[in-house]
């Protein structure tokens, strides 16, 4: 049975209590009757026969037996018999400071080892500590448990902030690149600085800006610091604009945008609602050209369901939900041209959780790729 800490401690203390007690209770008795034993046996025979006379007689505390004990040598036994008692008291406490040595010990060193995993972890090592033995103390276990999670959510922390730094790394350095090279074209006479030229460093500087503008809306995970403005908006001609700024990029790729979409007045902020919504359809553009995408709005119980299917090829993984994470793309090998920054569903995601809701995304029954914002329809959103 594995046992606490602090019955452990307890325990310990309670063995170690029971044994110098019984030890005082019963080691003088002992040791006395030891020597009275052997000083008899250093006796004659007649010597041996009068003193038992003597013990018969008047007891072992009689002056009579004392006074002959002492004519007979037996100084030296009382000076052996303290030493005896001395040692055997001795011996006890060693035995008793051994058995709490080792007791501490089994309870220090997987304390100890912990330790120098917290030590390794303060200088950046993310290695979980080494596995503890069995018939630890249940509090050492739980420790051990917990901080084994601790450095595993720590090394993916890490891992995490190595991967956005280097996909943001990437985001900036296509629009940079292209700068740099047209402006030293510009320097060494290559380019002329007219308009068109112009208009394109432009563009390239608006691609860093709205890579800015992302990251900073995906400051808070959660989307719990995203400030909103809240009003009541009419979600099915929101979502009829949407259709409206788009049906440009849409029949370039040869899409087909299709609302359909019931009156619903809702609390959020049509801005956010709006920016979620033309990230949502412009993912289908993007991602299936050619298809029908259609644009639904309707309620169920007090929420909105704000709806974007596709009849295209669908989501390129048996977990459509992790492309809701920030940098994910459905082909890692497309650029930020043709495949976006990988922050448009996180976005979203953000969104939509900043006004008490969600996103879900998933396969559309009859094919083709469903993403769904969920939300309140009384907008539980920070004003």
């Known amino acids: 049975m594995i046992l606490g800490l602090r019955a452990r401690i307890a325990l310990s203390a309670i063995l170690m209590s029971v044994i110098a007690a019984l030890v005082a209770a019963l080691a003088p008795d002992y040791v006395y009757s030891l020597r009275d034993q052997l000083f008899m046996a250093s006796l004659a025979p007649a010597e041996k026969m009068q003193l038992g006379r003597l013990l018969e007689t008047s007891g072992q505390c009689s002056p009579l037996v004392y006074d002959f004990k002492m004519d007979h040598g037996f100084a030296p036994w009382r000076l052996n018999y303290g030493w005896a008692l001395g040692g055997l008291i001795g011996l006890t406490a060693i035995c008793c400071a051994g058995f709490a040595v080792i007791s501490a010990g089994r309870i220090a060193a997987p304390i100890e080892a912990i330790a120098s995993s917290a030590r390794k972890i303060a200088t950046g090592d993310r290695h979980a500590p080494a596995p503890i033995g069995r018939g630890v103390p249940l509090e050492i276990a739980a420790l051990h448990r917990d901080f084994t999670a601790m450095t595993n959510a720590l090394s993916a922390a890490d891992n995490d902030v190595r991967m956005r730094s280097a996909a943001i790394a990437h985001e900036l350095r296509t629009p940079l690149s292209v700068l740099r090279g047209r402006l030293i074209g510009v320097q060494s006479g290559v380019f002329p600085l007219d308009a068109t030229l112009l208009n394109g460093l432009l563009r390239q500087i608006g691609l860093v800006d709205q890579l800015v503008a992302d990251l900073n809306m995906l400051a808070s995970p959660l989307g719990i610091d995203m400030q909103l403005d809240l009003e009541p908006v009419a979600m099915d001609r929101l979502a009829a604009s949407v259709i409206e700024t788009l049906q440009l990029d849409a029949a370039e790729q040869g ?20 920016r979620a919504l033309v990230n949502l359809v412009a993912n289908a553009i993007r991602y299936a050209p050619g298809s029908e995408i259609q644009v639904s709005v309707r309620s169920a119980a007090d929420q909105i369901l704000l709806s974007v299917l596709d009849t295209g090829p669908g989501w390129p993984s048996d977990d459509p939900q992790s492309f809701a994470a920030a940098f994910v ?20 995601t953000a969104i939509a959780r900043a006004h008490g809701g969600s996103l879900r995304l998933s396969a559309g029954q009859g094919g083709g790729a469903l993403a769904e914002i969920i939300i309140p329809i009384g907008g539980e959103g920070k004003a």
């Open 329 to 348: 793309r459905g082909d890692q090998s497309r650029s930020r041209q043709s495949g976006g920054s990988g922050l448009g569903l996180a976005i979203v």
């Open 255 to 274: 899409n087909t945008l299709k609302l359909v979409a019931t009156p619903i007045v809702a609390q959020v902020d049509p801005g956010r609602i709006e």
